[in-house]
């Protein structure tokens, strides 16, 4: 789901809190040495995203905040700010090429440069939460 969240606006809040959580209270962020990603410099983007990315002349970047069933990635565009709301079940990671890693929802997808080690350990750090908190699917059984 692609959100704008630039305003405070309670049934947008509600929303996001029903699909990935609500945030991590302080001390489970402190136990997990932070939740948030360092920032990741996208170069690929689906049409929709491109879209809302091509209005100004920045560099598209964003950032990925770990909830408890699932991520959100934030980006900005002109003055706005919007949020593509994953899912833990409908998270998919792919990790591209040398230095490159490709997240997707459906038909969304965001894929950004990881050419450093703290972008390396997020999405690990990610990746790892996901496994032990995501419920065994029945294929697996």
Not at 45 to 63: F, G, K, P, Y
């Amino acid at each position: 789901m692609l959100l704008n969240v630039s305003y405070n606006d309670k049934s947008i809040t509600r929303k996001i809190d029903t699909e990935v959580g609500k945030p991590f209270p302080l001390k489970e962020r402190w136990a997990m040495k932070g939740i948030g990603s360092p920032k990741l410099f996208i170069f690929e983007t689906s049409v929709e995203i491109r879209n809302l990315l091509i209005l100004d002349n920045t560099i598209d970047s964003c950032n990925i905040e770990l909830r408890p069933k699932g991520i959100i990635v934030r980006f900005r565009s002109l003055l706005e700010t919007f949020a593509l709301v994953i899912p833990y079940y409908k998270l998919t990671v792919h990790k591209g090429n040398l230095a490159t890693y490709g997240v997707y929802k459906d038909h969304y997808f965001i894929r950004v440069q990881a050419d450093t080690k703290a972008v390396q350990k997020f999405f690990k750090k990610m990746l790892d939460y996901k496994a032990d908190n995501t419920p065994t699917s029945i294929e697996d059984l």
